[in-house]
């Protein structure tokens, strides 16, 4: 069985032995550690959501245009913010596509996550003339958000 990097010999229990002043096992050490880095780390998707949605309030879908620049903002927070953690960042899954990855060596990694951020957007979706008087109409109906 290999932990932390070392082989360890079959029947050494020394894993499951409780931490002598603590009187916790270490495995339950490891899991609690595991959950706050993973709950740190939700926070910046979080965060994202919260800002977006923020943005949807005062700006309507204009927010839509908005959103590559608060999802790199996030990134650099979640790389820079404490010790930080600069991976796993959205640039970094554009590595095998030519010229996109040609792109980073202009741009760097929030550059190429500021391109590929918009990508998910349903092209239907983005703002429009259409999109901005309908919704004008619906304010002025007072019926913003709801079904008829």
Same mark, same amino acid.
């Given at each position: 069985?290999? %932990?932390?990097? +070392?082989?360890?010999?079959?029947?050494?229990?020394?894993?499951?032995?409780?931490?002598?002043?603590?009187?916790?096992?270490?495995?339950?050490?490891?899991?609690?550690? @595991?959950? &706050?880095? =993973?709950?740190?780390?939700?926070? !910046?998707?979080?965060?994202? +959501? &919260?800002?977006?949605?923020? &943005?949807? /309030?005062?700006?309507?879908?204009?927010? =839509?245009?908005?959103?590559?620049?608060?999802?790199?903002?996030?990134?650099?927070?979640?790389?820079? !913010?404490? @010790?930080? !953690?600069?991976?796993?960042? &959205?640039?970094?899954?554009?590595?095998?596509?030519?010229?996109? %990855?040609?792109?980073? /060596? =202009?741009?760097?990694?929030?550059?190429? @996550?500021?391109?590929?951020?918009?990508?998910?957007?349903?092209?239907?979706?983005?703002?429009?003339?259409?999109?901005? +008087?309908? /919704?004008?109409?619906?304010?002025?109906?007072?019926?913003?958000?709801?079904?008829?």
């Amino acid at each position: 069985m290999i %932990a932390g990097g +070392a082989i360890v010999p079959p029947g050494d229990k020394s894993i499951t032995q409780p931490v002598p002043r603590l009187q916790i096992e270490i495995t339950t050490l490891v899991h609690l550690h @595991s959950s &706050l880095l =993973v709950a740190y780390l939700a926070l !910046f998707p979080g965060l994202f +959501a &919260l800002c977006l949605a923020w &943005l949807h /309030s005062r700006l309507g879908m204009r927010a =839509v245009m908005l959103a590559p620049a608060v999802w790199v903002t996030t990134e650099l927070g979640r790389t820079y !913010f404490w @010790s930080g !953690f600069p991976w796993l960042l &959205l640039g970094y899954s554009q590595t095998t596509v030519l010229p996109v %990855a040609q792109a980073a /060596s =202009v741009v760097g990694v929030f550059g190429v @996550s500021a391109l590929v951020a918009p990508s998910p957007t349903p092209p239907g979706r983005a703002p429009s003339g259409r999109c901005r +008087a309908r /919704s004008r109409a619906a304010r002025r109906r007072g019926t913003r958000g709801r079904a008829r």
